[in-house]
């Protein structure tokens, strides 16, 4: 029996070594089981910030799992609940989520590269990018407006029924017949009006100016200089190691199985999966270890400017939301079909909090979430 679990951990090791392919991820495989650093001074903090989550269990979410990282340390990380319930799968801190539009702040840094390369600019037409995107008739898009939802591409129908797609696509410039013939919703530049169809354009223009495959791109350029080991693109015809079944619930409250869906329309926008210790080292990786300048990332921090050149009263920068009262605490949240996701980063404090569930609007059951980030704050 012993030799049987030996040789099953030592297959499971070589498939997992051969789907990461590199030295560095090998080392961390083997290595992140302990990569909780200790942290008695943050035990009363902790355990207050449980009283949180156990909110959310208590108000029926299936599965949650918490990351949070001090000082470039991950002080704790741990899972709640099941990432399967049909099978009593616990989550643990290596369940991976759909993260919905924090996947837009992963996309923004695959922008700023390309942008430091001089590869993109932000004021030039898409159509340098993407020639076939049709121009349209209330006025030129440009990559800065779509970064800033500014650009009139419409989000998802009010039926939602472009948010339970099916069909696959293999490329992300094919995915563009969604919306592409779509009119604008107003004049460029002139409102405000959240789209993940735009960012979904943003991938489509990353990978013609890098010439790149989008997901490679990222693989290459992102995920993998930052260690992001445990962050994967949600494919549904893949085996993916620890991946939570996905949860929605019925008018009547009952649990039940989340429709099938093929994010591979919205891969930049809300089609990736991670854990939230994963998103914890993006956090510290973005605002640490250089990977864009001190000045991209505070062009991607910034509200944009108006066409009149003042300041747009918005909290929404290039990729990154400023979050209330104070706009200290910067991130994104994320909405997806069974999924949802809180990532909040103090740059300031070096703090980094991250939360994901394995529920349609889970988040929604404690809406004093955000307040354990102050927890550990000094």
């Given at each position: 029996?012993?030799?049987?679990?030996?040789?099953?951990?030592?297959?499971?090791?070589?498939?997992?070594?051969?789907?990461?392919?590199?030295?560095?991820?090998?080392?961390?495989?083997?290595?992140?089981?302990?990569?909780?650093?200790?942290?008695?001074?943050?035990?009363?903090?902790?355990?207050?910030?449980?009283?949180?989550?156990?909110?959310?269990?208590?108000?029926?979410?299936?599965?949650?799992?918490?990351?949070?990282?001090?000082?470039?340390?991950?002080?704790?990380?741990?899972g709640f609940g099941y990432a399967n319930v049909e099978h009593r799968i616990p989550v643990t801190t290596l369940t991976k989520f759909r993260i919905g539009s924090v996947s837009k702040s992963m996309t923004s840094i695959a922008m700023a590269l390309l942008l430091e390369q001089g590869l993109l600019d932000l004021d030039a037409p898409i159509q340098d990018y993407v020639s076939d995107f049709p121009v349209k008739e209330k006025g030129q898009i440009t990559l800065r407006l779509l970064a800033s939802h500014r650009a009139g591409i419409r989000h998802y129908l009010p039926d939602g029924s472009d948010n339970f797609i099916t069909k696959h696509y293999d490329n992300v410039v094919d995915a563009l017949e969604i919306f592409e013939d779509d009119p604008l919703l107003f004049i460029p530049g002139e409102q405000y009006s959240y789209s993940s169809h735009g960012y979904n354009l943003i991938g489509a223009i990353i990978q013609q100016a890098s010439g790149e495959e989008f997901l490679s791109f990222m693989r290459n350029r992102v995920w993998s200089p930052l260690k992001l080991i445990d962050t994967v693109a949600d494919h549904t015809d893949y085996i993916i190691e620890n991946r939570a079944a996905a949860y929605t619930r019925r008018a009547d409250g009952r649990l039940r199985n989340a429709p099938f869906v093929d994010n591979s329309y919205k891969w930049s926008s809300g089609g990736f999966l991670s854990t939230p210790s994963d998103l914890v080292r993006f956090g510290f990786g973005v605002f640490n270890s250089g990977i864009v300048t001190d000045e991209t990332l505070k062009l991607l921090?910034?509200?944009?400017?108006?066409?009149?050149?003042?300041?747009?009263?918005?909290?929404?920068?290039?990729?990154?939301?400023?979050?209330?009262?104070?706009?200290?605490?910067?991130?994104?949240?994320?909405?997806?079909?069974?999924?949802?996701?809180?990532?909040?980063?103090?740059?300031?404090?070096?703090?980094?909090?991250a939360i994901a569930c394995n529920l349609s609007g889970c988040l929604g059951g404690n809406r004093n979430l955000r307040d354990i980030g102050r927890l550990f704050i000094d």
């Open positions: 029996m012993l030799k049987d679990s030996i040789s099953s951990f030592l297959l499971v090791t070589a498939l997992t070594f051969a789907l990461t392919g590199s030295a560095l991820a090998q080392t961390d495989f083997l290595q992140r089981f302990d990569t909780v650093t200790a942290a008695s001074n943050y035990q009363a903090d902790i355990e207050r910030a449980r009283e949180h989550i156990q909110v959310l269990i208590d108000n029926g979410a299936p599965g949650v799992s918490i990351a949070v990282g001090v000082d470039q340390e991950l002080i704790w990380a741990e921090l910034a509200p944009p400017l108006l066409p009149d050149g003042s300041i747009a009263d918005q909290d929404y920068g290039l990729g990154w939301v400023a979050f209330a009262p104070d706009g200290a605490w910067v991130g994104h949240t994320g909405g997806s079909v069974g999924g949802n996701t809180l990532f909040m980063v103090h740059p300031e404090q070096n703090v980094v909090v």
